[in-house]
């Protein structure tokens, strides 16, 4: 840990000086084309409408993007001390994470690649008075 109150690289490059909350969710199992259908439906909604939203999605990987935006809101409240309804989403990307390589048997001896992709979630909230950059 260090002793002084520095903030991160990672800080400064989502937020910089601003205020406001990010939060990661590294390693999730799911596709990183099927996450982003779902990250693009709720990037710039206000964070209770978007909290909504995802909560009643029929894609199964609305439930991480969930969390990672419950995260970021519970950082936001206990890190800066902002309220959610004050909150918007001003960044939401979704990353390719870790390809798990697994073989499946073809004919005559041979093998063909299946690819079990992952994704890394970035989720970053912000006031809604600096909505506009």
Known sequence: MSKTNETSARRNS???ERSGAYAIARHVRMSPTKVRRVVDL???MDVPA???VLKFAPQAASEPVYKVLA???ANASEVEGLRAEELFISQAFVDDGMTLRRIRPRAKGSASRILKRGSHIT????PKEQKGF
């Open 14 to 16: 989502l937020l910089g």
């Open 42 to 44: 709720v990037r710039g």
């Open 50 to 52: 978007a909290l909504d």
């Open 71 to 73: 995260s970021a809101t």
């Open 123 to 126: 989720v970053v909230v912000e």
